[in-house]
């Protein structure tokens, strides 16, 4: 196994130092991975001239898979669009074809009253949204805003082919069967079909694929129940897809659910399961350097690789047990502690889920 490491930014390096360890702690247990690094986002533009150097392009690309800490600083907001560091993100996933973004949304239960929600609502929610990141409203032709003032007109187009569809199904009817064991799979299809031609589109081929996936329970759900649902019931969900447009909006709402950004992890995969794997939060300068960022999402980043592009279920279980044991052993760095909770560094946290695997 190939992984390439691109910390980046601000505190990207120091999570990724903990996911390292994480990493060669299971090494020195048997697990065959290969690492290299390389600049990316603002680091590599200090460096190179450029946030997405054409050397870490093609170590990312001849890799299996990449672990990806943050990029960004408040340094680089007048450089031009093209040079700034989050475009390293928007050309990797583009060069990469990494079309299928997944985002749990999983409350330990130690952590439950961090969210708006009541405790009871959340506590113990292990939700998966995927969404879909090429087609769409966002991409579809044509697309203006036409005439004069008083009288302009705005178009946009909601597209998708049944090639990009049905790849993304596959994604989701796999990802649900992936994530069942020991019971039956559950995917919940999101649409608004009641009123989009696009979105029968997308239910007729759900529908179709269903009978190649018999382990998994395919339901549907319009968009707009989707958004009531999540914040009523959330643990009625196991696995969720959906569109560009409702995923993107779907996918915030859920993480949302759980009110600790520190904590979540993400994957965009391509269509033969290689991923780029990220915390969902961003390189947060107004912290980085102290040694006090939260690197749970990150290691758990690691363990969704080992789960989805490695397809070694049993070693990312290892990796998620590990973080749940140190929750509940009671180790919160300060964005999930409580008023008067120990809070613990950076490094005290990683030393603890290396401790607990
Ligand atoms: P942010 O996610 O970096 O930070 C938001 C808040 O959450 C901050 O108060 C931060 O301290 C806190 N936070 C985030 N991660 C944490 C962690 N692991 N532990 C403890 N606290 C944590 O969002 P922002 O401040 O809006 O953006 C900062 C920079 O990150 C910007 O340049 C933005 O463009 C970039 N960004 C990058 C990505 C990415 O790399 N994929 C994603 C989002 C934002």
Request: hydrophobic share 45%; charged share 25%.
């Amino acid at each position: 196994m190939k992984i390439a490491v691109l910390a980046g930014d601000g505190i990207g390096p120091e999570i990724m130092a903990e996911a390292l360890k994480v990493l060669d702690a299971l090494r020195r247990d048997g697990l065959k991975a290969e690492t290299e690094s390389a600049l990316v986002g603002g680091a590599a533009y200090d460096a190179h001239g450029h946030p997405l150097p054409e050397a870490t392009l093609r170590l990312a690309q001849a890799a299996d898979a990449v672990l990806f800490g943050s990029v960004g600083s408040p340094k680089y907001d007048s450089l031009p669009r093209e040079h700034r560091p989050e475009k390293a993100i928007l050309g990797l996933r583009k060069e990469c074809d990494f079309f299928a973004n997944l985002r749990p949304a999983t409350v330990f239960p130690e952590l439950a009253d961090a969210s708006t929600l009541r405790a009871e609502v959340v506590a113990g929610l292990d939700i998966m949204i995927i969404r879909e990141l090429t087609g769409d409203i966002y991409f579809g032709e044509p697309r203006s805003v036409t005439g004069e003032k008083g009288q302009r007109v705005g178009v946009n187009t909601m597209h998708y082919t049944e090639a990009q569809i049905s790849r993304i199904m596959h994604v989701a009817f796999r990802t649900a069967r992936q994530r069942a064991v020991g019971r039956p799979g559950k995917l919940c299809s999101i649409d608004k079909m009641n009123v989009l031609e696009t979105m029968q589109l997308w239910r007729d081929i759900a529908v179709e694929i269903a009978p190649e996936y018999p382990d998994v329970a395919l339901s549907h759900m319009l968009v707009d129940n989707a958004a009531m649902q999540l914040i009523r019931n959330p643990k009625q969900f196991d696995v969720m897809v959906a569109g560009n447009m409702f995923g993107d909006i779907l996918s915030d709402e859920a993480s949302m659910l759980t009110g600790s950004i520190g904590m979540l992890p993400s994957a965009s995969l391509d269509a033969n399961g290689k991923g780029l794997y990220e915390p969902i939060h961003g390189s947060a300068p107004d912290i980085s350097g102290k040694g006090i960022a939260n690197p749970l999402a990150q290691i758990l980043s690691l363990g969704m690789m080992l789960r989805y592009t490695f397809n070694l279920p049993d070693w990312a279980d290892r990796v998620d047990g590990a973080v749940k044991k140190t929750l509940a052993q009671g180790w919160r760095t300060g964005d999930i502690a409580k008023l008067g909770e120990k809070v613990c560094s950076t490094s005290e946290m990683g030393a603890a889920v290396v401790g607990n695997l």
